[in-house]
């Protein structure tokens, strides 16, 4: 999910109260959940989100729309904190790589040129709330990123450096889409 902050806090919403899904395959699964408005210390929230899962992407897009905030947190669970953070603002990623289990892990949040603003490293004695925030701009009341995993045992990426390749790669193609032209 994700939050938003407000005076050095964090507030959010778990549950969604509808769901429509829009196609299902082969090549993309796609569906909208909506939220229950909600409070973000005063701010009214309205939140729905159109999600896509792309077949061979190691990311899915996420397009917030959403009114009562000029910027999102989205967020990289750290688990049990015993990964690496890796950050490109400039290039519009954040990545966490961890050992779970006899495995490792990367995940990682890209999001469209200039709207990846700044990240907050928070860490908190509260289970399962320490993250990696990613602060995205919202214009015209929508934030849009993309956000996924790549496990070493079940993907191509073998070490960190091998996923933040893979988000600094991807960043690229979000930034400057195929463009294809018909002639007459």
């Known amino acids: 999910g994700i939050a938003v902050k407000v005076d050095d806090k964090y507030y959010f919403f778990l549950f969604f109260t509808t769901w429509k899904t829009i196609t299902t395959g082969p090549i993309r ?4 959940l909506t939220y229950a408005d909600w409070d973000a210390k005063g701010n009214k929230i309205t939140e729905s989100k159109l999600i896509s899962l792309d077949y061979g992407s190691y990311l899915s897009r996420f397009e917030i729309n959403i009114t009562g905030t000029k910027s999102i947190a989205a967020g990289l669970t750290l688990h049990d904190k015993k990964g690496t953070i890796g950050t490109n603002i400039k290039e519009g990623w954040l990545s966490h790589w961890e ?11 890209v999001a469209p040129k200039n709207t990846l603003t700044s990240f907050d490293n928070h860490i908190t004695e509260d289970k399962d709330l320490s993250n990696l925030y990613g602060n995205i701009e919202v214009k015209n009341n929508k934030a849009i990123y993309y956000v996924g995993f790549g496990w070493k045992k079940g993907s191509p ?11 600094s790669s991807f960043a690229k193609k979000i930034n400057n889409p195929l463009v294809v032209k018909v002639k007459k």
């Open 99 to 109: 050992p779970i289990d006899d495995s490792e892990i990367g995940t990682g949040i």
């Open 157 to 167: 990426f073998q070490n960190q450096k091998q996923w933040e390749t893979y988000l």
């Open 29 to 32: 699964t796609s569906f909208i």
